[in-house]
């Protein structure tokens, strides 16, 4: 690969890697994008509408198959016989946590990435999210506001088609939608409950499509999205911006390539990446005129760090010190489960149509007032039940033989179970650095966790509960139970932080475009960017700010500040 220079390297192709070159290669430019495992491909990779038992092993996949792996653990949800395929998801780079730091760090490393498997939940940050310290006086602003980020959001919407419902809510403006997703009488049981409260239930903007779109086809609604689409309905990579890309002939895309560093010239510019064969174990180098990393938000941070020099000794683009700090995540677990009593009796019916997005509880704390309540900003909350394909109550009744199958039967149509999306504050406590003891199979420095929950997520965990609690006797059910304990830290996907955009150099790693503040042809197209999380899923977001500073970057290039190959 020496002997070439690309335009543009691209390192990750998932939802921010693989917008960004997409866009690069049908601007014409030449794109290199390299990506840390296999080539996904859904006829192979993907459940095919097969059931738990058409499967060799019930859907759980071969027990042996960690056997000499890194990390033994199959990943909540996204993982199982239904998409481990070709060993998509990453079990052999390790990495570390430190003391009292219980960091699961879900990744997977086939071309798309976790935009294979996300939950698909859709919906816009507000100025409430970017002006947030203005209101509560916590932290700093983001460079952005609404107003600047909202035709991005349109264009991210009408490219991935996103269903809803326009709902006039502050904590989440409103889009350009498809049909939103039918309910289910479930969903009308929650929504009445909360009207007692006060409290909203409404249809969640969900990146599926109701209706064809660009191309790609109508959901038919199999019910098991989080395991990879079989006919591209939802945006992913795989279906949308890859082939896209490739159609322009202007794509290299090289798989298996994990890349260690980013290389810099004499002047402590970027011009490539070096990365390591999985296969053979040989490292190459690859050039470019500039550098995007989209390789997900912590293993962004985790390249830079590596990628010291004389001019970057503690990483490139760190003159901050501020790489790898402030890491946030979304606290999740699950507040209340329990069952309405009305739909006792009703004969099953496979009414779980999209498996996770259906419906959500919007943001409704501190909307009036930024400190309503014990803690600041607020939380959203996502609801489910009714007939999945499998019983996911069968671990919250107790019971043994036949009355607990009778049991397991009885309930089935009225069970329902919640998680809290709880955003994290910054903190400089929280961040990710390279373990100064170990490196991986590949002989690349490990990334090391630090990270705990803080009092103000922690004060919304308790809050649900409660909530959950009155939810369930305004809908004249009965509350089974709840976590005791929040999920594991990383559960939630939705890391973001590490390398955050800002207005002062010596405070951020980015401008407000993505562009690294000290390396003027380095980018960055992942969540890592964002200051700080809102109540609000990472990945359309992502999506739009990649469009905006790929558009950023067009533009430097035709203005000579970036020079083509």
């Known amino acids: 690969m020496t002997a070439k220079v690309f335009d543009v390297i691209v390192v990750g192709t998932g939802a921010g890697g693989g917008t960004a070159m997409k866009l690069l290669c049908e601007a014409g430019l030449t794109v290199c994008a390299l990506n840390s495992g296999p080539r996904t491909d859904p006829s192979n990779d993907y459940r095919l509408h097969r059931q738990p038992y058409d499967l060799k092993y019930r859907g759980f996949g071969n027990p042996l198959r960690f056997e000499g792996k890194a990390h033994q653990e199959p990943y909540s949800v996204e993982e199982s016989e239904y998409s481990e395929g070709r060993d998509l998801f990453e079990h052999d780079i390790a990495y570390s946590n430190s003391p009292g730091t219980d960091w699961y760090w879900k990744r997977c490393k086939a071309t798309g990435g976790k935009a294979n498997f996300w939950g698909r939940s859709s919906a816009r940050f507000g100025d409430i999210d970017f002006k947030a310290a203005d209101l509560d006086g916590f932290g700093e602003n983001w460079p952005v506001d609404y107003a600047e980020i909202a035709p991005w959001f349109t264009k991210a919407e009408r490219y991935m088609g996103v269903a809803s419902t326009i709902q006039n809510r502050p904590s989440n403006p409103d889009g350009e939608y498809l049909p939103p997703m039918s309910w289910r009488c479930i969903d009308y049981i929650i929504q009445e409950g909360a009207k007692k409260m006060g409290v909203p239930y409404l249809p969640d903007r969900c990146a599926q499509l109701t209706k064809s779109h660009n191309g790609h086809p109508a959901c038919h609604y199999c019910g098991n999205c989080s395991r990879g689409c079989d006919v591209g309905s939802f945006f992913s990579p795989t279906w949308f911006t890859i082939p896209e890309a490739e159609a322009t002939k202007n794509l290299t895309l ?125 939380y959203s909350v996502y609801l489910g039940g009714g007939c999945g394909e499998f019983p996911g109550h069968y671990n919250q009744i107790e019971g043994f033989g036949s009355e607990f199958k009778r049991n397991i039967k009885r309930y089935y149509p009225a069970v329902i179970s919640s998680y809290i999306q709880a955003p994290c504050l910054p903190n400089p406590t929280n961040f990710v650095d390279i373990d100064p003891d170990k490196s991986d199979l590949f002989g690349i420095p490990q990334l090391r966790f630090n990270y705990r929950w803080g009092q103000n997520e922690l004060l919304m965990w308790e809050h649900n509960k409660q909530v959950l609690n009155d939810l369930f006797k305004a809908m004249g059910g009965e509350m089974w139970g709840a976590d005791v304990e929040p999920n594991r830290m990383g559960t939630s996907l939705h890391e973001v932080g590490v390398c955050r955009m800002g207005k002062d150099p010596k405070t951020s790693v980015t401008n407000k475009w993505a562009q690294t503040h000290d390396v003027q042809n380095l980018y960055i197209c992942d969540a890592s960017i964002f200051p700080y999380q809102t109540d609000k899923t990472t990945t359309m977001p992502l999506v739009a700010f990649a469009m905006r500073t790929c558009d950023t970057m067009l533009g430097n290039f035709k203005k000579g500040v970036h020079r083509r190959a």
Request: aromatic letters at 8%; one cysteine or more.
């Open 254 to 378: 090289l798989t298996n390539a994990i890349v260690r560093s980013v290389m810099v010239d004499e002047n402590g510019r970027a011009k490539g990446v070096a990365y390591v064969d999985r296969e053979s174990k040989r490292e190459i180098e690859v050039y470019a005129k500039v550098v995007v990393l989209a390789a997900s938000c912590v293993e962004t941070a985790h390249i830079m760090l590596n990628s010291k020099s004389l001019h970057w000794p503690t990483g490139i683009a760190n003159s901050s010190g501020e790489l790898g700090r402030n890491l946030c995540d979304h606290l999740y677990g699950c507040p209340g489960y329990g069952y309405v009593p009305q739909l006792l009796g009703q004969p099953p019916f496979p009414d779980n149509i999209a498996d996770s997005t259906v419906a959500w509880m919007p943001r409704w704390q501190n909307l009036k007032n930024p400190r309503e309540e014990k803690f600041i900003r607020g």
